[in-house]
């Protein structure tokens, strides 16, 4: 499936990687001005987040129906596993039910975008937790008015960080002062990514989403089921 270039208007955004599942709706107009926007965040432990209850409030809030939504941004992580698979999923069934644009986007970029609204400029590091004692970590220069990525995304161990935090290193992240205390937290907001959306025209269909995974995921099978007399 492919598909044209051109402003999208109204926008569902998904942005589960972190601890904060988050649900946006956007609507702008055709020169990008934003004529409504709401974000329904979900924080309660244990990810027991409603995906499709959270949309719905988000809709009412901006007074549309699901049949309005135009595109689906969602957050590709790196981040929660199954986060991301969930929001893939939402926007790969709603695709396929309604035919609308779809695209992912790095929940990094979310972070360092929304960084850069709260007024943090300058040089410093994203770090998400990337479990088994790693960090997923990304280096960016922020000004007002520009991002610029200065090294790939990479996995890092705990002590490289932690050079970093004592050498005055700014560290950001949805949940940075876990580990290191110096560091602010920053959540990948859903509105962001639906901004972000916005400029971007790279649509794919559901199938080529996936989540942005650093190591090489390992799946043991099952054994064969017991033969029982």
Same mark, same amino acid.
């Given at each position: /499936? ?41 924080? #309660? ?8 209850? /959270? ?5 009412? $809030? ?43 986007? #790095? ?27 790693? *960090? ?20 890092? #161990? ?30 990948? #907001? ?12 790279? *649509? ?14 390992? *799946? ?6 017991? $033969?029982?007399?």
């Amino acid at each position: /499936m492919k598909w044209s270039g051109g402003l999208r208007m109204k926008i569902l955004a998904l942005e589960f990687s972190s601890p904060q599942r988050r649900v946006a709706v956007l609507n702008a107009d055709t020169h990008g001005k934003v004529l409504a926007a709401s974000e329904v965040v979900d924080a #309660s432990p244990g990810r027991t987040s409603k995906p499709l209850a /959270m949309t719905e409030q988000a809709l009412q $809030q901006t007074g549309l129906q699901r049949e309005q939504i135009e595109c689906i941004a969602v957050g590709l992580g790196p981040g929660s596993y199954t986060g991301i698979r969930a929001a893939i999923s939402l926007g790969q069934g709603w695709q396929l039910a309604r035919g609308l644009k779809l695209i992912g986007i #790095s929940s990094v970029e979310c972070i360092v975008a929304q960084a850069q609204a709260d007024g943090l400029v300058g040089e410093y590091s994203v770090v998400i937790d990337a479990q088994r004692e790693e *960090f997923y970590l990304a280096e960016w220069n922020v000004c007002a008015e520009t991002t610029r990525e200065l090294g790939p995304l990479r996995l890092a #161990s705990r002590p490289e960080i932690q050079e970093r935090e004592r050498s005055g290193g700014i560290l950001i992240g949805p949940e940075v002062t876990r580990w290191f205390p110096s560091g602010r937290i920053v959540f990948p #907001s859903a509105t962001v990514l639906a901004q972000l959306a916005l400029r971007r025209t790279d *649509f794919v269909s559901g199938e080529k989403l996936t989540p942005i995974y650093l190591r090489e995921t390992n *799946f043991i099978k099952a054994p064969p089921p017991r $033969q029982i007399s």
